[in-house]
């Protein structure tokens, strides 16, 4: 790390809970917008040093390390101790695993707040001025204090890196209880805060989602991480090249250009550059081929229908002798 980097951090997904008002079904794997909750909760915090997210392991678009709050279902307090067992970075994020709306950007932010206010935590607050005390940025110190304060000194002192670590003394606490022994500084942000507690609220974020003016943003996302596909390719490029590969070619050329230009790109093994490279050539190809379809100046009259004059290789038909 360089003196220009920021100091890194931690994330800590709680995606345990029961889901009572889905009528139980397993809410991180929930789709919004063709991704499980969870996915789109750990696209946001992809630059975090490590991830760990409480709950039962399943497929996720990214390496994480799995942990259990001690007994299971014992309640957020007691998930957040159990995460952040496994933290060693001084700052950590605490998300919970059902924001459809949250960003890389957003959590940037967080943590910038943090940062300048010297606070314990920099937690969202939604629409309605309401802490969102699981979108939030934490000093990991000031957590282990206010939890440790909370325990009672009952069970919390197992250090040990299991995968079942022990919630004894917070099981079934509110978090207020627990921010309510904090320092903390507030982020209004009513889209990314916004969670999904019922099926409501999950038809509401699918709505949202091909409203809310990022609807390509959010397909191309979808199709890399389907694709397992962690790529930055400029679209505008790509939009651009399938435009002059239909106008100037045929329509269907469109699709099968950008395809080919992404199979060029993986062969020549590069990045986003590599991308930008093969698009300009075939772009460049495209109007090339458009300019052959276009006559020069003066022989789209002289050729065009209705003309007398021969085309190349013909012979005049013989008219009455004179």
């Known amino acids: 790390m360089t003196a220009t980097d920021p100091p890194p951090y931690d994330a800590i997904v709680l995606a ?9 079904t397993d809410k991180p794997s929930v789709r919004v917008g063709g991704r499980p909750l969870l996915d789109r909760v750990l ?9 760990v997210v409480v709950a039962a392991p399943r497929p996720t678009s990214r390496p994480v390390r799995w942990t259990r709050e001690d007994p299971p279902g014992g309640g957020p307090v007691a998930a957040l101790d159990a995460g952040l067992r496994h933290t060693t970075a001084a700052r950590a994020v605490v998300l919970s695993a059902d924001l459809p709306f949250l960003e890389e950007a957003t959590v940037e932010r967080l943590l910038s707040a943090l940062h300048a206010t010297g606070a314990d935590g920099a937690l969202l607050t939604d629409a309605d001025g309401r802490d969102q005390p699981l979108v939030a940025a934490y000093r990991t110190t000031a957590l282990r204090h206010a939890l440790s304060a909370l325990a009672e000194g009952n069970g919390d002192g197992d250090d040990n890196d299991s995968d079942i670590d022990s919630g004894n003394g917070l099981t079934g606490l509110p978090l207020r209880r627990l921010t309510a022994a904090l320092n903390l500084t507030r982020v209004p942000d009513p889209l990314a805060s916004f969670d999904c507690d019922t099926w409501d609220d999950i038809a509401d974020a699918r709505a949202r989602i091909r409203e809310h003016g990022h609807v390509l943003d959010e397909w ?12 930055d390719v400029d679209t505008r490029v790509l939009l651009d090249l399938a435009r002059d590969a ?3 070619v045929a329509r269907p050329a469109a699709p099968l250009t ?18 930008a490279e093969a698009a300009h050539k075939a772009a460049a190809l495209a109007l090339r081929w458009a300019e052959e379809a276009t006559p020069p100046p003066g022989q789209a009259a002289a050729d065009g229908p ?4 021969p085309g190349p290789g013909t012979t005049p038909a013989p008219g009455p002798s004179r």
């Not at 209705?306 to 004059?309: K, L, P, V």
């Open 220 to 231: 191309i996302s979808a199709v890399k991480d389907e694709l397992g596909i962690d790529l």
């Open 43 to 51: 696209a946001a915090c992809a630059g975090a040093r490590r991830t």
């Open 258 to 275: 950008t395809f080919l230009v992404g199979y060029a790109a993986a062969q020549a093994k590069g990045g986003p550059e590599a991308v």
């Open 306 to 309: 209705g003309s007398d004059r």
């Open 246 to 248: 239909a106008h100037g």
């Open 16 to 24: 345990g809970g029961a889901a009572r008002r889905l009528g139980g």
